[in-house]
């Protein structure tokens, strides 16, 4: 694994590291917003006083924090694989490009020591998972890895109450921003209870610091932090639109690994690019809120 001197530095003085997805660049946003919104979430986790580490894979070699050079390339770059757990030994073998997803990135940052991770929307229970089985990685990545993921809630093209039974059932502590309330991706709160709601960073930190810490737990903790009030967009607006879309998914026979990438450029075109600028909005609030919890968590592990 290739690491930034940089996120080498921090890691080994216990200074706080933020990690970051790719499949959010790559197969999330359309270039050149996807570049752009990447560089933004970096320069936002430094100013909040953290070390940025955007993962992925490159020529075959996963790499713990790209330049902003690689962002670049990568943003642009067409044919990149999605990466969750089945797919590294295919692309490492194969010297390919990889961009890796909630999944895969909690999977590198574990590999190196990174504890706190950053994304928009984790992926979860799709909409009749009873009967197709579609269920993300990415919970049970979480419910397995020392790692606290923050984000937006679940993208709202799934099924809400399945993923918080999911999660639940992985023993994974999830903790609302708050809001009463799991947040629902592009809306505020899906109206589904959390385990619990905190008011400050150093609250979530403390959290954290008993499940690493005080009594360790295999395991993470997944932290809902919902849209800011002014990009949020009306369940009236949005729900209609998703339902559409995915009745489209399912038309056009798309699958597996497919289904969201599409439905996330299908609603971005169906909103006249609105849903965009509200992925965006959250993204970098979950930055903000992410590298805050690193910063604090880093003071308390120092005190051990
Ligand atoms: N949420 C977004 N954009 C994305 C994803 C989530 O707003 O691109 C990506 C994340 O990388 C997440 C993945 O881990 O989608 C989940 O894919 P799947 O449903 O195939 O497990
Ligand atoms: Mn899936």
Known sequence: MKINPEVKKALEEGKPVVALESTI?????????????ALSVEKTIRDNGAVPATMGIIDGEPIVGMTPALIEQFGKRKGIAKVSKRDFPVVLASGGWGATTVSGTILMAKAVGIEVFVTGGIGGVHRGAETTMDVSRDLYELGENPITVVCAGCKAILD????????ETQGVTVLSYREKGFANFYCRNSGKPVDYVFQTPEEAAKIIDARRNKFPLSGGILISNPVPEQYA???????????????ECDQKGIKGKDVT???LARIAEITGGRSL???????????????QIAVEYAKLKKMH
């Open 277 to 291: 600028d509200t992925n965006i909005a959250l993204v970098l609030n979950n930055a903000k809120l992410g590298a």
């Open 25 to 37: 660049i790559s197969h999330g946003m359309p270039y050149p917003r996807n570049v752009q919104t």
């Open 160 to 167: 809400i109450d399945k993923t918080l039974e999911v999660l």
């Open 233 to 247: 967009l009306p369940h009236s607006y949005i729900d209609g639109i998703i339902a559409d879309a995915i009745k």
């Open 261 to 263: 990438p599409f439905l």
